[in-house]
């Protein structure tokens, strides 16, 4: 783990830019806190510089909850080398929602299968970097980004205590065989109206998670309009799993 | 309205019973504040007896938030007269359930529509009355209880700020027509494993209504199971509505 720029942005909040053999990432932590802090991994859709100023916002929120956060680079996204195979699933993806046509099962894991067993391996080893850094300690929550990546880190990551998720995304049949051995505490987001997400495959995913902790708050809007106060929400389910 | 009793519970809560013509009912008041505070009804099931033990820790918990509480008997319940219809309705659903046959929406229909009929003017009834008094002002929030009884007051007394609705009886169609037509901010708990609840009749449900901020939380477990944090979600609701 390389640290390549360190920047103060305000309200006590450092933020680090690092990488990680070739994976770029962010860390964000309190310029003074009394002790070791836990983290909160910052999922998202892919393109950092793109997605940085709502994950600065979000890990500013994190800081100032008592958390250092941390995100890194997806698989073929920002600067990293292009995934021919997920490249050309998204051209299919798109051209059957030009044309009105259901998404085949297989475009949806040839799109989002290959990002899971690449990235998940990338998570890990950003943790074990991230926890050997003085000043962070666990346990690990996890918020947002791809469901799928979500899960799947969920269900071999024992150092995720608590995960927030946001039901936004396409997700592999396989995906739904590994929710239901996921026994993380679990606090899903869905927004009703969200005219990209399948709102059934939602509801049915959040059936489908062995979790015996698990809460479901859905919102009126589209994709991009989740209320403020879900903000709060998640940290209040964080601080019952993580604090 | 003729108050009938005062008993202080403690932490600075006054319980004071009353009579409003032949309905019996209970308030909560603060024993000392600064101001007039908002009011929130509790809902229930019917039995004010049987309900008590929980309608008083549900109004404590009012009371420190900042608010009175107020609930009245329902009608048939407690010691009121029996409603025949809604009795034999009872019957028949109790039948159709041991018979593991479905429950049709016509004994559905005959028995929740005459409560929705006589229990809503009683509430609203209620209402004047209990904003008239010094130390209570709105605006009102109404939580739990018989879901199509909330429906009705949210579509019909504009006092009602803010509701939070439990998932968790049964539902006419009408209710659902009715839903459509409210644009009262809601708050809707579902628990999902209910064994004696819909859950997708409470979806079709949640999805009806009519109102722009609404908002779904779901949480494993059973018709009792409902989770210590959701009094707080409760909490935080009604203070971005109420105050």
Chains 1, 2 share one sequence.
Not at 36 to 50: A, E, F, K, N, T
Not at 75 to 95: H, Q
Not at 123 to 147: E, H, S
């Amino acid at each position: 783990m390389h640290f390549t720029s360190e920047q103060r942005l305000g309200d006590g909040v450092l933020e680090h830019g690092f990488t990680l053999g070739d994976v770029p990432g962010i860390l964000w932590t309190p310029e003074s806190a009394p002790g070791p802090v836990p983290l909160i991994l910052l999922g998202h859709p892919g393109g950092l510089d793109r997605m940085h100023p709502r994950l600065a916002a979000r890990a500013r929120h994190s800081v100032a909850d008592g958390y250092a956060a941390a995100t890194i680079e997806l698989p073929g996204s920002g600067g990293r080398p292009r995934l021919a195979g997920v490249d050309e699933a998204r051209a299919d993806l798109r051209r059957a929602l030009a044309a009105g046509e259901p998404v085949g099962d297989d475009v949806v894991d040839r799109l989002i299968l290959p990002l899971v067993e690449q990235a998940v391996p990338e998570w890990r080893a950003a943790l074990d970097a991230l926890l050997a850094l003085p000043g962070i300690d666990g346990p690990v929550g996890f918020a947002g980004g791809v469901i799928a990546i979500a899960v799947r880190l969920a269900l071999v990551e024992p150092r995720v205590a608590a995960a927030v998720l946001f039901a936004g995304s396409y997700v592999p049949r396989r995906t739904f065989d590994e929710a239901r051995q996921v026994t993380t505490p679990l606090l899903v987001q869905l927004q009703w109206d969200d005219e990209g997400n399948d709102r059934q495959a939602a509801l049915d995913l959040f059936d489908a998670f062995g979790t015996k902790e698990k809460t479901l708050h859905a919102n009126t809007g589209g994709h991009t309009g989740v209320p403020g106060f879900e903000g709060d929400d998640g940290s209040r389910f964080f601080a019952r799993h993580l604090k």
